[in-house]
């Protein structure tokens, strides 16, 4: 009889042990994620007032390098960038395209407004984004 309490004492205890543990993983993992930079979310950062609000701003904002125009360059820039849960812009950098346009497309997502941030399980997030920005010249 007493080796049967003793041992049902020491199930409970590691049963009590492990149920601790495991809530204490679970507060560790979202004070982790707190500042975490997400990847893919539910809904992507975009730009205030969406697709057509982006355009416009671009024709307004961007400005055409002068040598690239004289040289006939033209193509997409793709820059990346990582939007706050604020939506502050931050780590602007070009990541593809033509040498001679990237900086300009850098230039015109620094002139940008706030973004409306990524949203993950219904909240703000920090996320990456790659945005293209596309240069054609008028034939």
């Not at 979202?30 to 057509?52: H, I, L, M, N």
């Not at 820059?79 to 604020?86: E, L, N, P, R, T």
């Amino acid at each position: 009889m007493k080796k049967l309490l003793a041992s049902i004492s020491l199930l409970f205890c590691i049963f009590l042990c492990s149920a601790q543990t495991d809530t204490i993983k679970r507060v560790n993992k979202s004070a982790d994620d707190w500042d975490k930079t997400y990847v893919k979310v539910e809904r992507e950062a975009y730009f205030p007032g969406g697709q057509r609000a982006w355009l416009s701003f671009l024709q307004e904002h961007l400005e055409y390098p002068a040598k690239a125009k004289r040289k006939n360059i033209q193509g997409t820039v793709v820059v990346q960038f990582i939007v706050d849960k604020d939506g502050t812009l931050s780590y602007i950098e070009a990541i593809s395209g033509p040498e001679q346009l990237r900086q300009a497309a850098v230039n015109v997502i620094k002139k940008s407004p706030n973004w409306t941030p990524a949203s993950q399980n219904g909240y703000n997030v920090k996320s990456y984004k790659k945005q293209p920005v596309g240069f054609a010249l008028q034939q």
